[in-house]
Structures are given as structure tokens and as C-alpha cells.
């Protein structure tokens, strides 16, 4: 679950690219009126890890991998950024914690903003998806628990995943964490952000408190669901929040946790949930479960953006039944930089490699995805 603080407005130009006349019966791109963003189409580009970030600093490279992407009255997200050094657990992975990378940000949020894009950062803590060689110091990671996290397959599929056990925040110890979400929000604002989002699921930091497969505290921020949901709440009224089941963060009662999260969302007055739908028992193996997060959907009274292995014709059922109000599609996104125009076009798809999802490379994998040739 992720959830969405509003920032300030965004900034356009006339040369901004659109999406041209659409039909009505094409539900994704219908418009729709986010708090005070006028969206052009329903489609989402989400946050997707990308590991370009040399240093852990934005590169001039993003510039262009962001505006290629970005409609005039489409919605971007960020890739997940660190909120501070121990937040990390993935090389070259972009933060917001330093001025330097407040400063390497504005540029590429200035480009959005140049073709009329609405741009959202997703800020996030890792929490024990990590080791002490991306640690300060070479100190343990942090996380709600020390229960260590087995050795994984990384998502690309190449080699394993190490991690080092995690140290167990003491209670005095987790202010200091919010408030780095807290700076890592203001940071986002005057890099000219129009909001963020946090990261709230996958396992990481808040999943770590959230769910009680590993949740396994004894103060305030264990047992029982409301004190489960504290640190993630706590999160939210500094700056925003929300929650699947990745990196052995599994819940007894997911759908009540998700129903408590989303009803507690709204006395906050947040502009969007972003919920990832179980769509997939692994990566690659499908599990169709379409109206599973409807009651969350029904609960909050915000936009509600739902991801999950989505093709156009989920897409648009989502809409059409009004399950959704926005659909983000990650790796049809990644590698169709007009995935909105061949939408509309009902055009085929650029596929993706998955093999260079995260390489480092600057131009491979990352802006060299054709755009459609149409000719008058």
C-alpha cells in the first residue's frame, strides 16, 4: 500500500505534449480530477526501481528517461528514494536526504513540469532489506524486528541477495526514523515536487512494522493491530503512508490490515492510496484475484491507484467498474515511453528485458525504448 501527500501545483508549457481526442468508451483515457491536478488519462507511471543513481545522487541522464515519459496531465512517480543513509539496500539507488541531491532532482523535475507532467516522489526506508555494506559505517541495518532476512534471488534474477541480520529499533529510536520521512517530504517540496508518495509495502521499512509474520515487538509498536499500524500512522501524520506479501512480510489477516490502514488514511485528508493487488504468487506466476481490493477502495475516500501486472483490458475493467480510479503500469510503461498514446491507438507494445532493468547503464534499458512511428 503506498498513500500520497499533496504538495505544490506543478507548472506547464504550450508545447507540452498531449493525448489527442479520445473516445468515451476507452475508460483509462478518460479524465479525471485528482484534488486540484486535472488529469488528461487514467494511466500511471509508478514508482520503479531503476539504479541509475551513481552515489546515490540523480543523474543527468533521469532528465530524459522522466520527459520521455511524461504527457501533459499524466502522473509520475518517482523511482523509490532513500529518506537517509541508512535507508538504502540497493546500489545507485536515488535519495532526497543531502542538498546535493535536492539540487540534482530539480532538473529533472523542471522537465516534467516543461511538458506539463504531474511528478510525485516516492520516498522509502528499506528498513532489514539491506546489509552493512550499504549501511554508514558498516552498522547493521534497522528495522522493526532483528530477525534476519534469508539469502533471496534478486529480482533480475542474477546472483543472490545478502543480508545482514538487522538491530531492533529501541522505542526512543523511532521518532528520529519519522522525522527523517518528515525531511525527506520538505526536501521533496523544494526540489519542486508536486507531492510524495510513501512507500508503505514490499517489505520494507513500514511492512517491517506493519505485518506480524515479522513484527515481533513488545512495546507500543507490536502486537496487537493498532499497534502494529502505529509507526506507519505515525509516518502518515508527519507526512503521508501505506502496505503485499514480498521479503518474508506476510500478514495472518491481510485484508483487516488493509481495511484498518485505508478507513485511518482518511481523517489524515490524503489525496491518493496506491495498493498493489495480488496479482502474482511470485514474479511470472499469475493469481487472478481482481475485486480483492475493493473493500479498501470502497473504504477510502481519496483517489484510489491500483498496480499489479495490469494490461490494457484489466486496465479499463478496473475503470469501467469503478475498482480503480487510476491503473499504473510499471514495466509496459518502462519500455513504451508513449504507452499512453499506444493505448489509444490500440498499437502494439514495445516488450521489455527484463535483463536490463537494472543495469547501470545510462542509455540501455533505460532510454533507448522506441517511440511509435506514425506517419500522416
Not at 510524495?196 to 502486537?223: P, S
Amino acid at each position: 500500500m503506498e498513500t500520497q501527500v499533496q504538495q505544490n501545483s506543478s507548472s506547464s508549457s504550450k508545447n507540452s505534449e498531449t493525448i489527442s481526442a479520445r473516445s468515451p468508451t476507452i475508460p483509462l483515457l478518460a479524465p479525471y480530477q485528482m484534488g486540484k491536478f486535472h488529469l488528461s488519462h487514467r494511466i500511471v507511471l509508478p514508482a520503479l526501481t531503476r539504479q541509475r543513481s551513481y552515489n546515490n545522487v540523480p543523474q543527468p541522464h533521469a532528465i530524459l528517461y522522466y520527459s520521455q515519459r511524461t504527457t501533459k496531465g499524466g502522473l509520475l512517480i518517482a523511482e523509490a528514494t532513500g529518506v537517509s543513509d541508512t535507508a538504502q539496500g540497493y546500489a545507485d539507488t536515488p535519495g532526497i536526504w543531502t542538498q546535493e541531491q535536492v539540487e540534482a532532482w530539480k532538473p529533472i523535475v523542471d522537465a516534467v513540469h516543461a511538458k506539463g507532467g504531474i511528478f510525485f516522489c516516492q520516498i522509502w526506508h528499506v528498513g532489514r532489506v539491506s546489509n552493512e555494506g550499504f549501511q554508514p559505517n558498516g552498522q547493521a541495518p534497522i528495522s522493526s524486528t532483528d530477525k534476519p532476512l534469508a539469502h533471496q534471488v534478486r529480482a533480475s534474477g542474477v546472483g543472490v541477495a545478502d543480508f545482514t541480520p538487522p538491530r531492533r529499533l529501541r522505542t526512543d529510536e523511532i521518532p528520529s526514523i519519522i522525522n527523517d520521512f518528515r525531511t525527506a517530504a520538505r526536501h521533496a517540496i523544494e526540489a519542486g515536487f508536486d507531492g510524495v508518495e510513501i512507500h508503505g509495502a514490499h517489505g520494507y521499512l513500514i511492512d517491517q512494522f506493519l505485518k506480524d509474520q515479522i513484527n515481533d515487538r513488545t512495546d507500543q509498536y507490536g502486537g496487537s493491530l493498532e499497534n502494529r499500524c502505529r509507526f506507519a500512522l505515525e509516518v502518515v501524520e508527519a507526512v503521508a503512508i501505506s502496505f503485499a506479501n514480498y521479503m518474508e512480510s506476510g500478514d495472518s489477516n491481510p485484508e483487516a490490515l488493509g481495511l484498518y490502514m485505508a478507513k485511518a488514511l482518511n481523517k489524515y485528508g490524503i489525496l491518493y492510496c496506491h495498493m498493489v493487488e495480488p496479482r502474482m504468487i511470485t514474479v511470472g506466476e499469475k493469481k487472478e484475484s481482481p475485486h480483492s481490493l475493493v473493500p479498501m477502495r470502497k473504504a477510502f475516500n481519496g483517489t484510489f491507484i491500483v498496480a499489479g501486472g495490469y494490461d490494457k483490458e484489466d486496465g479499463n475493467k478496473a475503470v469501467a467498474e469503478n475498482r480503480a480510479d487510476l491503473v499504473a503500469y510499471g514495466r509496459w510503461f518502462l519500455a513504451n515511453p508513449d504507452l499512453p498514446r499506444r493505448f489509444e491507438l490500440n498499437a502494439p507494445l514495445n516488450k521489455y528485458n527484463r535483463d536490463t532493468f537494472y543495469i547501470p547503464d545510462p542509455v540501455v534499458g533505460y532510454t533507448d525504448y522506441p517511440f511509435l512511428e506514425i506517419t500522416d
